[in-house]
């Protein structure tokens, strides 16, 4: 009986470390998968705030800038990614950001995959450094019959990867801003 305890508490304790293991670095040795799976992260998110920044993780913190737009003209929102300690940002990764809709101001975006939609491959995203890398989300606010120096808060989820020698790390985080119309 004895023998057959401890077994089961071995077991349960190979299982408590493989769960560990996986909880911040999963993923790849390289960003192209060169073990035949996609890279991927189950890194629980910071609650917005918490950290200082829009959206944290162990190897990257996102910043977003409030915006000031003029009544009736397109305006922009920088949505920053910045790669920490080991981890740099991943030049062959498909840089994304989806919009939620919204019915206070007109996304500009020409993504293809709708108005809402900015990418890489439509040259809204540009990296900045080996660190860092920016998103523009361009955008317009409606007139509503609302005060037009009313904020209006724009939110979306980022797609992006950072990786270290290690690993690549890929991740959706949702973010937010404000827009203020002048």
Known sequence: MKACLSAAAAGLVLLAAA????????????????????????????????????ACADAFF??????DCAAGGACSLSVKLVATGDFHINDEYPYRFRADDSASVEFLGTDGA????FSKD???????DAKSGAMTVKLKPLNLADPLDRPRTVAGTLKLSVCSEKSCLVEQRRVSATVVVK
């Open 19 to 54: 769960t560990c293991g996986r909880s911040r670095e999963a993923g790849n040795a390289d960003s192209r998968g060169a073990f035949g799976a996609a890279p991927q992260s189950v890194a629980a998110p910071a609650t917005p705030g918490e950290c200082g920044h829009s």
């Open 114 to 117: 709708g108005r809402n939609a």
């Open 62 to 67: 996102i910043d977003v800038a409030p915006a």
């Open 122 to 128: 439509a040259g809204d995203w540009r990296r900045m």
